[in-house]
Nanobody, 124 residues
Framework: QVELVESGGGLVPAGGSLRLSCAVS????????IGWFRQAPGKEREFAAH????????YYADSVKGRFTCSRDNAKSTVYLQMNFLKPEDTAVYYC?????????????????WGQGTQVTVSS
């Protein structure tokens, strides 16, 4: 069983920053790629970012590219999502998930375990 726990959400004014954390246990962290998804009220969950397991290369949705940065600390079994220049449309519950190891990184079904989510609210 793999457990992922997100933290770091909160209320921030537009233009502000937040750093989300995703702590992973139950699987060799260095062998696990992690994705970040978000779900805004009344909308479907969407891909935000993905970081590979070994090289730590990150991929981003166009909507967050240039503002969000995904990184990982293998010693702490934690992945981070640094979010800068936040906009009201970034308001959502943010989830991290473990990648199965195959398939398109932007698709939900290619992830097997999910965290409970953390709320991010950006005020205008």
């Amino acid at each position: 069983q793999v457990e992922l726990v997100e933290s770091g959400g909160g209320l921030v004014p537009a233009g502000g920053s937040l750093r989300l954390s995703c702590a992973v246990s139950g699987r060799a962290f260095s062998n696990t790629a992690i994705g970040w998804f978000r779900q805004a009220p009344g909308k479907e969950r969407e891909f935000a970012a993905h970081i590979t397991r070994t090289s730590g290369v990150a991929y981003y949705a166009d909507s967050v590219k240039g503002r969000f940065t995904c990184s990982r600390d293998n010693a702490k079994s934690t992945v981070y999502l640094q979010m800068n220049f936040l906009k009201p449309e970034d308001t959502a519950v943010y989830y991290c998930a473990s990648f199965r190891g195959y398939g398109a990184v932007r698709i939900e079904t290619t992830y097997d375990y999910w965290g409970q989510g953390t709320q991010v609210t950006v005020s205008s």
